[in-house]
């Protein structure tokens, strides 16, 4: 699997899947969510709604598939990550497990290339380093073998996530 990192938007990508980092709720929110909810049109919210009224909210580590409506990509992957609260409440096991759940998701769905942003970094203000570290890681320990997955791409929003993944990935400054 080819690592890439980029600086942007991730609505943008012509990729089979996004992920989206959502909130329990799948109804859309700020940042990343509201972008994809906004950019992907009504389908993403109605597929959203279909998944609530099937198994009500998506828990915190999970992962569930949508349309992509009107973006670009094919589907959207939709990883409920933690708010961080000082890593009292297993806020990494959970974080990694958002992450190895949309790989999964993706790799069901026989999808060769994925992109994801930097899942619980904005509002729910995980330390980008250690998130980082945790997708870095996360991505790096998915068994290749069993999945189809042949490009992932992390899509940075700000520069200071992406100097991170930078320096983390080994990439020249």
């Excluded at 598939?65 to 933690?82: C, E, F, K, N, S």
């Excluded at 999945?147 to 990935?169: G, H, K, M």
Aim: charged letters at 20%; aromatic letters at 6%.
């Amino acid at each position: 699997m080819e690592i890439r990192l980029i600086q942007g938007d991730i609505t943008q990508l012509k990729v089979d899947a996004i992920v989206n980092a959502a909130n329990t709720s799948l109804l859309g929110g700020g940042g990343v969510d509201g972008a994809i909810h906004r950019a992907g049109g009504t389908q993403i919210l109605e597929a959203c709604q279909h998944i609530r009224n099937r198994q009500g909210k998506c828990a915190v580590g999970e992962a569930v598939i949508t349309t992509a409506g009107l973006l670009p990509a094919q589907y959207v992957i939709h990883a409920v990550g933690p708010v961080w609260n000082k890593g009292d409440l297993r806020e990494e096991e959970l974080l990694a497990s958002a992450y190895r759940n949309s790989l999964k998701l993706a790799a069901t769905k026989g999808l060769r290339s994925i992109a994801f942003p930097n899942i619980s970094t904005g509002i729910y203000r995980f330390p980008k380093d250690k998130a980082a570290q945790i997708a870095l890681q996360t991505v790096r320990d998915f068994p290749s073998e069993a999945s189809s997955i042949e490009e992932l791409i992390f899509v940075c929003f700000d520069e200071e996530n992406y100097r991170i993944y930078q320096s983390l990935l080994g990439f020249v400054h």
